[in-house]
């Protein structure tokens, strides 16, 4: 149950949000989306899910990323949006563009993992149900397999559209061929790839050094980022060393090894650039992101309302360096 009925803000759409073409499409998305990879499983507090998620709506945002093992445990990010979707987000759900993906390990066996048309249509229909949706905006393939056809994958997910359970498709983290050969068969087929969503930050370069970035431009795909702060290092969090509540401090995701003299000193080096323009480093880095041609969204998580407020921030700082 929630407090008070939820009522979003009458200017949503006035409060400074941006919105930027995907690809050759009819799909306009916020420069800045919300992504529910960590602070939405069980173990968080639903509250704090909600404020942030009715903020971030209430502030224009309205792409939200989610993927079936997002958690932890596994599913249950799905799950808090679908609660959050029931209580607060009924009313709105044709503002929505809503995201999730397939692709990771998921459930045991064989059948639980990697692009077979049998993993990746159960997945959707399990996602579903957990986001209380009839069907999503966008379909990912989470990651490029090896082993599968790449025919069978991406039939699979032609299928999924044509049944009505995806609007569009989008692959993650696929080699460049491979993201050649999947837009021009889903071209053939009249769902062309709509989205490829890849990691991209200031410390870390490869879409736009293995082609990727260029590939899209050229085929009227857009592009979205993820980890633009590369877990927190591209924030004022590391430069004066490793907190004792940090992520880097737990070994989780970041390594202490990763925080070398020469890392240090050139994110040392981008905190003066940045307050040298009165921007703070994470600010700095998603407008780098956004400076990048090609660039349609970037998706950032967020573990409280201040942070999201803050990082929303970037925004107002695109517009004043370009006016």
């Known amino acids: 149950m929630t407090e008070e009925i939820y009522k979003a803000d009458s200017c949503r759409y006035d409060n400074g949000m941006k919105y930027r073409r ?9 420069e800045v989306s919300l992504g529910f990879w960590h602070n939405f499983g069980a173990i968080d507090p639903l509250q704090r899910s909600r404020d942030i998620m009715r903020y971030a709506f209430d502030h224009g945002v309205t792409h939200f990323d989610l993927a079936n093992n997002y958690g ?5 990010a799905e799950e808090t ?26 459930w045991p066996g064989p059948y639980g993992n990697w692009g077979s048309r049998k993993y990746l249509m159960a997945s959707l229909d399990q996602s579903l149900k957990r986001m209380n949706l009839n069907y999503v905006d966008l379909f990912y393939s989470h990651r490029y397999d090896p082993e599968t056809p790449l025919e069978e994958t991406l039939q699979a997910m032609v299928d999924i ?5 995806a609007l569009y498709l989008g692959i993650s983290r696929w080699p460049l061929e491979a993201t050649r050969f999947a837009i021009d068969y889903l071209a053939a087929r009249d769902t062309p790839l709509l989205i490829y969503q890849g990691r991209l930050n200031m410390l870390d370069r490869a879409p736009i050094d293995e082609g990727i970035i260029d590939l899209c431009n050229e085929s009227g795909v ?9 877990q927190g290092l591209l924030t004022n969090r590391y430069l004066n060393g490793i907190p004792e509540d940090s992520r880097m401090s737990k070994e989780k995701f970041l390594k202490k090894s990763m925080l070398t003299e020469e890392l240090l000193d050139q994110l040392r080096q981008w905190n003066t650039e940045a307050q040298s323009s009165r921007m703070t480093l994470a600010e700095k880095a998603l407008k780098w992101i956004l400076d990048t041609r090609g660039v349609t969204s970037v998706l950032i998580g967020a573990s409280s309302v201040a942070q999201l407020q803050t990082n929303l921030g970037v925004i107002e700082k695109q517009e004043s360096t370009h006016s």
């Open 22 to 30: 995907c690809g050759r499409s009819g799909v306009m998305l916020p």
């Open 72 to 76: 932890p445990p596994y599913g249950s």
């Open 81 to 106: 949006f679908g609660k959050l979707m029931k209580d607060d987000f009924l009313p709105y759900r044709d503002e929505m563009f809503i995201s999730t993906k397939a692709g990771y390990d998921m």
């Open 161 to 165: 559209v044509k049944r009505g359970k």
């Open 222 to 230: 857009g592009f979205i980022s993820f980890s633009p702060l590369a």
